[in-house]
């Protein structure tokens, strides 16, 4: 003989309610669907367009922070050849600090001699 507790019967009724709610919520979604075919077809298609131009934007964006990093690369680096590494510089070099930098290179001084000279080296 089997014994039935009476929690074991709340907790089949809980969860046959449950079933129902959910089934009931279904069935519900599914005729709204049927409902609306046409204007569910145009929102997924905006959708759609929308991932496209939110895609076009993250690809400019990315663009434009690779732009910016090798434009910081360019100005507040120098990569010198006899050492074999990059110099970190403090600051972007001005104009005539460029023009003195230019003309010392093109003498033979060591790019490292150069910018400690000019106290531009960040280290």
């Not at 033979?108 to 400690?116: D, V």
């Amino acid at each position: 003989m089997n014994v039935v507790k009476i929690d074991d019967f709340k907790k089949e009724a809980k969860r046959r309610e449950k079933f129902e709610k959910v089934k009931n919520f279904a069935d519900g979604v599914l005729t709204s669907v049927d409902e609306h075919k046409e204007g569910i077809a145009m929102i997924a298609a905006g959708a759609l367009a929308g991932q496209k131009f939110l895609k076009e934007i993250m690809r400019n964006r990315m663009t434009n922070k690779r732009i910016k990093e090798e434009r910081r690369h360019r100005d507040l680096e120098v990569y010198d050849r006899s050492a074999g590494c990059y110099i970190q510089l403090k600051r972007k070099m001005t104009g005539d600090e460029l023009v003195e930098y230019a003309i010392r290179c093109r003498n033979g001084e060591s790019k490292t001699a150069i910018l400690r000279d000019m106290g531009l080296i960040k280290y």
